[in-house]
């Protein structure tokens, strides 16, 4: 059809508007070839006239019909142009609030500029399989397509994330990243996917900044390649940057900050780790406040700040490198606020007392004055000499100003460096999926160089993005095989010529750049001259420093100024010198002169997609235009070897509103990032695709009979369409879809409006005839009835006169009287008769009382005789039963206070244990006592001899002096009275000596006295502690003879009570086996005893050999102080004298201890002793010494007044002759004194050697001594674990008798049943005897079971006791057979339900009849262990989990009904009661085997979630389950190339019914409890409710009244099945209810307040979100339907305002409801069941 044929009336068309872009007009009347207007009739009422071209009619674009507009794809469109694709966006985004619109390949994403509840990990997980269409477009379906092509194709993907400044990019770019992240887990301990996610808060902090566009605008691109292993889940990253603007370091436009990390570190500045940084606030520093406002509404810096220093941390970036960062930081915030001040002429200064100039010094380790000079000055190097020149103040500020840009950029490429080395985990890298986050095309009022080189990344960008697009819908065509026409497409590589060709315009900036002299405008000169004959490149007419590119999107003019400074991004070399010798290494770094091949370092070999233009030369030094090229095209090599997925993002409004649709600012976008090009694109061909199936869906109205043949649907599309469109050209048909021409969607959907249009004519036709013939037989009928009435009173008035009347009226006194007459007669007939049939009934009533009286009496009579006699027998009866009850209850009795004796008398052994152990150490204190008293003795006679030594010595000395000094007065008499002078000073020393030896002596005498006064005390004090210890012995020895008495006086009373348990026992006669059994049990009790006795005698003799072992060579008087001596034989040998004899082997050790502590501490004072002496002889030494010194000194004054003398008086010869006399006696004193000191020393020598041997023997003596010890503590150690096992030995005979004595209990229990039994028994004579005979048997059986627990098994009676016998050995058999090789198919059909349970039931109870603890807690864990292994083995298998399911609870509820407690045993037989388990507890098993079954139960629920779950959405959702009523309309969404769609089975509702049927019968066959099943059905509807209505929330397609319809239909069905099943009481329908109300608002009325308030109190299981989002994402199906408006929705919202809930959109499905498992006693008798042949259980024996 052709498409001036659709501008008919009625049809709506698009006209351009100032204000809106677009705005829509309706046709007036048809349009003919010809014409020359078109009349309009505008939205508004207006009249509206457009001129058309008669000879070549350009008319409005075609407006799509309503049902086309909101569709999920913009390519699904009947008529593609802008504004229809601009509209469709607009009511997806402002009234369905839905911002992912798909665009063939392209994800268009609108900024909602509000926080969505569409990011969850349920959304996450949603998505997370689907194929890329089968859900409602979304950033997380783009990234599943792109995580499912890498592990199908084994291809590297790309995101590619682009837009403009605040439109999304980074947000979106964070999602893709996080849903890698949550599907992909590492599965390693490092976490990758979580650093991953922490990279993107550093990279914002220190790359992002508020703009006027945005408050978190990404102002550098980004390509983050994610790796991935084999089993494809992450192992690492690597990030790679592009153009990061420098300028915003230094500079900041009005109401614009700079980058974020600056004002994070100035809001923190009062913590202590910032102190040394001595950061301001942001409004003080000239790099942060130049934009006016520091702060952003919403965002706290402070809090931001800790989590960039914390995603820092869980990157490894440790606290030195971060305080090495903001150190860097905070220098460079100083920088900027470096005051340079103009010094006259051109010269500038900065002066060294700036304090921001010292801070940023000492920060980065810099020289001041070096910094100081050549920010201000600049080196020249001519040929022959170097100058420096100042500066101007404004090239010193950019020196200032470039420096710091310098350091930031470094700074930035560093922490990107670290974050890629944190990023990358061993392990070879499989694939990779990039996502690219990079600015869009940019066109401000001013642009400069950053705008050029981002709009010249976006020309490359757009390229590769038409190529990849062309090359897909070649793809398509061949696919479908369609013939392929070549489409004409905009290629932008003049463009991108212009840019980087040879003399193009980065060409010729680089080489402008070469020149010193080289500025803008000369390089602009250059351009007009070079490329003013390329059509792309214009000249401004109203500027000369500016030149316009006409780029893809649109023309942009740029302002040349500053191009070649920001090309260039020169720092001068000093600066750089300087900033290279910092003292502080990692600034150093920066700056360091090495080929840093970053870009190539780690690239993709790929080989590019075209050749690319080979750039001219460069010089050494490369640009930043010539760098970004670089990086630009390893970019699209990377890309191009990947597969694309693109994501554009739109800024809605510049206002950042929420949900507000600025048309001209979105088509200016659109324009922009490629997706109205996709659109030309595709409308040039066949835009609109649909398969064959979704065309006979919705065009199936217009089929006629013939044609709509069922068995071929691709054949009668044909048919239809080539009687519908004669045109072929308009459509093609492919292999699996359909192609249409634009324009032919929208005709057909004209047509079948019209039809449907047509027949809803004509079923308004018949309904409303037959109303009105309807109403018009009911008006009939009524008015038939009333002339009925009308018609028979006129009747009866013309009938009726006065003589009928009276006639009438004696006819009735007739009547009455004869009447009267006849019931009179009989009346008196009926009375005469009832008196005499009353006569004779009373009377023969009466005899019959008297007789029964009669007969009550006499019966009276004979049971008061035979009540008396029952009385009596009963009475006699109960007396015996009493007596033998009290009879056990005195001896239990008996047997307790035996046990609290027994208690108390270990009670009191413990105590004398306790008072021996302190006797001992009273005596170990009183011994050391008598040790310090010893050596005090021996110190005193050491004093002594050394106090009488020192005496003889220093007479000998004193007489020796004396000597000598009277020989030296005689001589010296007549020469000088120095002489004297000095003989006094002798006698003066002699006397200071010996008042110090007089001293030293009365100190000695002093010491002694104290000694012997504390040794006294001490005496004292020890003789007491002995009386005490004496004292407590002897109360202890008479409390242990009351003790005794007491244990007499309890043998005495149990004589009394065996002598009344001999006489009860003669009453018993029926039974005289007790009797017996009592004698049995008595004779074992002695012989227990007598073994007993020969024990302890045993242990007393081992005793005492190991006693007498330790104490070796004791007297015997210690044997029988320690009551151990063999003479002493009149010890009983009970449990006291093990007791003793335990405490006497106890004394004996501790002997031994306390003598060789002696021996110890004896060797210990010896030693100290002789250092003592030692000691004193030093210090006798050297006092002597100090003696000889002063005797030395004397002797030198003497020889140097006699040389006086000799020199003054030389004349005399008798002086000189004196004098020699005089030195030569010197001599000889002299020599004297020598040999005396070297005696003196010998003998000190002598001394100390000797002391030393003695040192050395006793610290070996000491050894030898520790030695012993040691050898004597292990035997102790060895004597201590013989009494243990002694003790082991007692407690085991110990509990022999308490099993005999609870085995006599038993009996005597047992026995008292029986008699009791027996005497009911007697009151029936018929079965007296039989029955006493197999109550004998039953006690003979189990007498003997009770003594031979380790002999065979009893004889088999007659009856089966319902217990299964199997040995030790056949345990593994038994567990191999029953449970791991048993299999649920073949062998239950014709076996009852749980027999394995009770099998292995039986086999518990007969191993707790045997009272064997080990075999039993054997059985039991394996049971469990073969469970548990069965369930790991097969835990997939739904038939062996629902089997053992089934067969574990069967178990535990065995195990609850025959444990004997009262809760479990209500409703069991007799029978039951009787064969409950006796001797064991198995509730800690009981509790084990629920948790298995808990376990078993959730491995369960899974398994068939699993089974169900691919049915849940097609049976529920998809299928039309009612006919003719066709609730989806096609969605036209062209799949992805690579994408391959497997043709599934085809489910429907009657698919979930029948596998919820096959799970029911398969529970049913195990035998599953009824309440379990409930709660099994309970869980699954729960999951397909929750799966459903989670699918419908994220499918727009979905959201329909119709579709509302198939739910609440498919609802029905399940709700029937759970009648049919008689399943209601599970209440599982109510899992149903937020799907059914779901449902139900997809029905209802949505227009009006009275709506709104039904929605709101109605659907109380949904909550408002979900509500909000049904409503928003309800489309109609038809054009009878209306969409739902923002205001109605508003209104929901604002009614349940006040309604508090979660807030989430998705339900749990994966939750699970609180499993209860109920007890359920069974009515099978164990006793009838006998084991299958199958289950090859022979080695198993009926008990």
């Not at 009625?10 to 048809?30: G, L, M, Q």
Request: hydrophobic share 35%.
């Amino acid at each position: 059809m052709a498409l001036l044929e659709l501008y008919t009336q009625y049809n709506r068309v698009w006209i351009p508007d100032a204000d809106h872009v677009w705005k829509s007009a309706e046709i007036r009347r048809d349009f003919r070839f010809g014409d020359n207007v078109l009349e309009l009739l505008l939205e508004d009422g207006t009249e509206y006239s457009h001129p058309v071209d008669p000879s070549k009619p350009q008319l409005p674009p075609l407006r799509n019909p309503d049902i086309l507009v909101g569709e999920n794809d913009l390519t699904a469109l009947s008529y593609l142009h802008e504004p229809a694709v601009l509209h469709n966006l607009k009511v997806r985004f402002v009234e369905s609030r839905i911002i992912y619109t798909y665009c063939g390949i392209i994800l268009v994403a609108v900024n909602p500029y509000k926080q969505l509840h569409i990011y969850g990990d349920a959304i996450i997980h949603a998505y997370s399989g689907q194929n890329m269409g089968d859900m409602d477009p979304h950033i997380f379906a783009v990234a599943e397509e792109a995580y499912k092509q890498m592990a199908r194709n084994h291809k590297n993907q790309s995101i590619i994330v682009s837009g403009e400044s605040g439109a999304g990019k980074t947000v979106s770019a964070r999602y893709a990243m996080r849903y890698f992240a949550v599907v992909s887990k590492s599965g390693s301990k490092t976490r990758v996917e979580d650093k991953v996610l922490a990279s993107n808060p550093v990279t914002e902090a220190i790359g992002n900044a508020k703009t006027t566009r945005n408050d978190n605008s990404s102002r550098f691109g980004k390509y983050t390649e994610i790796s991935f292993d084999r089993k494809f889940r992450i192992i690492g990253a690597n990030m790679r940057t592009y153009l990061l603007e420098k300028s915003r370091v230094v500079f900041q436009a009005e109401n614009e900050r700079n980058y974020h990390i600056f004002y994070q570190m100035c809001s923190c500045a009062h913590l202590a780790e910032f102190k040394n940084l001595r950061l301001l606030s942001a409004d003080k520093f000239q790099y942060t406040c130049m934009g006016g406002d520091i702060t952003i509404e919403g965002v706290d810096d402070k809090k931001d700040m800790e989590e960039t220093r914390r995603t820092f941390s869980l990157l490894g970036l440790k606290e030195d490198f971060q305080s090495d960062v903001f150190k860097v930081l905070a220098a460079v915030l100083h920088l900027g606020n470096v005051e340079i001040k103009t010094s006259g002429g051109d010269k500038s200064s900065v002066p060294l007392s700036d304090p921001h100039l010292l801070v940023f010094c000492e920060l980065l380790g810099v020289s001041a004055e070096g910094l100081v000079r050549w920010l201000s000055h600049r080196r020249i190097v001519l040929v022959a000499e170097t100058v420096v020149k100042p500066v101007s103040k404004e090239k010193a500020t950019n020196a200032r100003d470039a420096l710091a840009k310098q350091i930031y950029a470094h700074l930035f490429d560093c922490i990107i460096t670290r974050i890629n080395t944190a990023l990358q985990v061993p392990g070879k890298q499989h694939a990779f999926i990039g996502v690219l986050d990079i600015y869009g095309f940019e066109t401000f009022d001013i642009n400069s160089f950053e705008q050029f080189c981002i709009n010249y990344a976006n020309e490359k960008l757009q390229q590769q993005f038409n190529l990849h697009v062309f090359k897909l819908e070649q793809e398509e065509y061949m696919r479908e095989d369609i013939p392929w026409t070549l489409i004409d497409f905009y290629d932008n590589q003049p463009v991108i010529d212009l840019i980087e060709a040879k003399m193009g315009i980065l060409d010729l900036l680089d080489e402008e750049c070469l020149f010193p002299q080289g500025t803008d405008r000369s390089w602009l000169q250059k351009l007009f001259n070079y490329l003013d004959a390329n059509p792309l490149f214009e000249k401004p007419r109203l500027s000369n420093e500016a030149f316009v590119i006409q780029h893809f999107a649109d023309k942009v003019e740029y302002q040349c100024k500053g191009f070649l400074e920001k090309n260039r991004d020169t720092l001068y070399e000093e600066v750089v010198d300087i900033m290279r010798a910092s003292k502080f290494p990692f600034l150093a770094n920066f700056f360091q002169e090495e080929e840093r091949g970053a870009l190539n370092s780690r690239g993709i070999k790929v080989r590019p997609a075209r050749p690319g233009v080979k750039a001219a030369n460069k010089q050494l030094r490369a640009s930043v235009g010539d760098k970004f090229s670089s990086s630009l095209s390893l970019l699209m090599e990377t890309l191009n070897a990947t597969t694309p997925h693109y994501v554009r993002c739109i800024k809605p409004n510049d206002e950042k509103l929420a949900f507000e649709y600025d048309s001209r600012r979105v088509v200016q976008q659109l324009r922009a990032c490629g997706v109205l090009e996709t659109i030309r694109i595709s409308a040039q061909s066949y835009p609109s695709r649909w398969t064959y199936n979704e065309f006979y869906s919705r065009y199936s109205i217009l089929m006629s009979p013939q044609e709509a043949d069922l068995s071929d649907k691709k054949q009668t599309c044909k048919n239809v369409l080539q009687r519908l469109i004669q045109d072929p050209n308009q459509y093609k048909f492919g292999r699996t879809k359909i192609f249409f021409r634009a324009g032919q969607v929208a005709y057909l959907e004209k047509l079948r409006l019209d039809r449907l249009r047509g027949a809803c004519v004509t079923i308004q036709k018949r309904v409303r005839g037959w109303s009105q013939r309807r109403k018009y037989l009911r008006m009939r009928e009524a008015a038939i009835i009333l002339q009925q009435y009308i018609r028979g009173e006129k009747t009866v008035r013309k009938t009726v006169s006065p003589a009928t009347l009276k006639q009438g009226w004696a006819a009735l006194v007739i009547q009455r009287h004869w009447r009267g007459y006849r019931m009179r007669q009989i009346y008196q007939v009926v009375r005469l008769a009832s008196v005499t049939i009353q006569a004779f009934t009373r009377g023969w009533m009466a005899r019959k009382q008297y007789k029964k009286m009669m007969k009550e009496q006499k019966a009276l009579v004979l049971q008061k005789y035979a009540r008396a006699w029952l009385a009596r027998r009963r009475f006699q009866t109960m007396r015996r039963l009493v007596q033998n009850v009290q009879l056990s209850f005195r001896v239990q009795q008996l047997r307790k206070k035996i046990e609290e004796q027994s208690k108390e008398n270990c009670g009191l052994l413990e105590r004398l244990t306790t008072l021996a152990t302190t006797h001992s150490q009273t005596m170990e204190k009183l011994q050391g006592v008598e040790v310090k008293l010893e050596k005090s003795t021996n110190l005193k006679a050491s004093v002594e001899a050394r106090e009488k030594k020192a005496q003889e010595e220093a007479d000998v000395v004193t007489a020796k002096l004396q000597k000598e000094i009277n020989a030296l007065n005689v001589q010296k008499e007549s020469l000088k009275r120095e002489f004297e002078v000095a003989t006094l000073k002798d006698k003066e020393n002699f006397d200071d000596i010996k008042r110090s030896l007089l001293e030293e002596k009365e100190y000695e005498a002093r010491l002694r006295k104290i000694a012997e006064n504390n040794n006294e005390i001490q005496r004292q004090d020890h003789e007491k502690e002995v009386d005490a210890l004496k004292e407590e012995i002897r109360t202890l020895k008479e409390e242990r003879v009351s003790l005794l008495r007491r244990i007499e006086e309890a043998g005495l009373v149990n004589a009394d009570l065996q002598e009344q348990i001999t006489q009860l026992t003669k009453h018993v006669k029926t039974i005289p086996e007790l009797r017996r059994d009592l004698n049995n049990l008595q004779n074992q009790r002695n012989n227990m005893d007598r073994k007993m006795k020969q024990q302890s005698e045993q242990a007393k003799v081992k005793m005492s050999a190991i006693t007498r072992q330790l104490l070796g060579g004791v007297v015997v008087e210690e044997e029988v102080l320690l009551g151990l001596s063999p003479d002493d034989p009149e010890k009983i040998c009970e449990v006291e004298d093990m007791m003793a004899a335990f405490d006497g082997l106890q004394k004996a050790t501790r002997l031994m201890e306390t003598r060789q502590k002696e021996q110890k501490e004896k060797y210990e004072t010896q030693v100290e002793g002789f250092k003592f002496k030692v000691d004193h002889l030093q210090n006798e030494n050297s006092k002597l010494q100090n003696l000889f010194q002063e005797k030395s000194n004397v002797n030198e004054n003497i020889r140097q007044e006699v040389s006086r003398l000799s020199s003054e008086n030389s004349v005399i010869p008798e002086l000189k002759l004196q004098v020699s006399d005089l030195q030569r006696q010197k001599q000889e004193l002299e020599a004297h004194a020598e040999e005396q000191s070297r005696e003196l020393a010998g003998k000190t020598e002598e001394i100390t050697n000797v002391l030393q041997k003695q040192i050395k023997e006793e610290g070996s003596q000491r050894r030898h001594l520790e030695e012993k010890a040691e050898e004597l503590e292990e035997q102790k150690r060895e004597l201590q674990e013989q009494v243990e096992e002694l003790k082991e030995e007692d407690d085991h005979l110990k509990r022999q008798l308490l099993m005999e004595s609870e085995a006599k209990s038993k009996l005597r229990q047992e026995t008292s049943r029986l008699m009791a039994e027996n005497m009911d028994f007697e009151e029936q004579l018929d079965h007296k005897d039989r029955l006493i005979k197999k109550l004998q048997k039953q006690i003979k059986s189990l007498e003997t079971s009770q003594k031979a627990k380790q002999t065979s098994a009893p004889a088999v009676p007659k009856d089966f006791l319902g217990m299964l016998e199997y040995k030790r050995e056949d345990e593994a058999r038994l567990i191999q057979n029953i449970i791991l090789e048993l299999k649920p198919k073949g062998v239950v059909v014709g076996m009852i339900p749980g027999m394995p349970a009770y099998i292995l039931f039986m086999c518990v109870r007969h191993v707790d009849y045997l009272n064997d603890e080990a075999k039993l807690k054997s059985l039991m864990n394996a049971i469990i262990g073969a469970v548990k292994k069965v369930i790991m083995s097969y835990h997939k298998d739904f038939e062996l989990l629902s089997f053992w399911l089934s067969n574990t609870l069967h178990l535990l509820n065995c195990l609850k009904q025959y444990s004997g407690e009262e809760e479990f045993m209500k409703q069991n037989t007799p029978r039951q009661k009787k064969n409950c388990l006796q001797n064991f507890d198995l509730s800690e098993h009981r509790q084990i085997l629920s948790d298995l079954a808990i376990h078993i139960y959730h491995q369960f629920i899974s398994v068939m979630e699993k089974s169900l779950n691919p049915a849940i959405v097609p049976g529920m959702l998809e299928h039309e389950s009612l006919q003719g009523i066709s609730s989806m309309k096609p969605t036209g969404f062209r799949k992805r190339s690579d994408s391959i769609y497997e043709d599934s089975d085809t489910y429907t509702i009657s698919s979930i019914i029948q596998q919820l049927s096959a799970f029911l019968s398969v529970m049913s066959q195990h035998g599953m409890e009824q309440g379990l099943i409930r709660q099994v059905v309970k869980q699954l509807f729960f999951m397909v409710g929750s799966t459903t209505l989670n699918n419908m929330m994220l499918r727009k397609d979905m959201c329909s009244c119709r579709k509302g319809m198939q739910i609440r239909c498919n609802i029905s069905y399940l709700e029937e099945w759970l009648k049919e099943k008689e399943l209601q009481s599970s209440n599982a329908i109510d899992t149903l209810k937020p799907l059914s109300q779901a449902a139900w608002l997809l029905q209802v009325s949505k227009s009006t307040d009275g709506d709104a308030k039904d929605i709101a109190e109605k659907c109380t299981e949904l909550n408002t979100v979900q509500i909000v989002k049904i409503l928003n994402s309800y489309t109609p199906i038809d054009d009878f339907e209306k969409r739902v408006s923002s205001s109605f929705v508003r209104k929901v919202q604002s009614s349940r305002h006040d309604r508090e809930g979660y807030t989430h959109l998705m339900l749990d499905s994966d939750y699970r409801f609180q499993v209860t498992f109920p007890f359920c006693p069974t009515s099978q008798a164990l006793e009838l069941l006998q084991v299958p042949n199958s289950l090859h259980l022979g080695f198993l024996t009926r008990i």
